[in-house]
Nanobody, 115 residues
Framework: QVQLVESGGGLVQPGGSLRLSCAAS????????MDWYRQTPGKQRELVAS???????NYPDSVKGRFTISRDNAKNTVYLQMNSLKPEDTAVYYC?????????WGQGTQVTVSS
């Protein structure tokens, strides 16, 4: 049984920073893509960062230059460093992993950007 466990969410003031972590555990032979998504009430879940097993990253324009995704393959962990946070970044952030052909999601962690 594979599980993704996220941590690092919370309340931060505009302009501040947060670092999210997502650790995959269980019977894992290899992990392909690892991504971060976010969702606000009434909206579709949107991709905010992705990273391949080889380290190639991708970001939408809304977070490019402010968010950085990285991964530690030895620890089966992906990170999301979020800088210069804005109120519109407020959302529940979800970790996603493609593991041996199956999709897995974390439970979500709340990020609130407010003064």
């Amino acid at each position: 049984q594979v599980q993704l466990v996220e941590s690092g969410g919370g309340l931060v003031q505009p302009g501040g920073s947060l670092r999210l972590s997502c650790a995959a555990s269980g019977s894992i032979f290899s992990i392909s893509a690892m991504d971060w998504y976010r969702q606000t009430p009434g909206k579709q879940r949107e991709l905010v960062a992705s990273i391949t097993s080889g380290g190639t990253t991708n970001y939408p324009d809304s977070v490019k230059g402010r968010f950085t995704i990285s991964r530690d393959n030895a620890k089966n962990t992906v990170y999301l460093q979020m800088n210069s946070l804005k109120p519109e970044d407020t959302a529940v952030y979800y970790c996603y992993a493609l593991i041996m052909g199956y999709d897995y999601w974390g439970q979500g962690t709340q990020v609130t950007v407010s003064s």
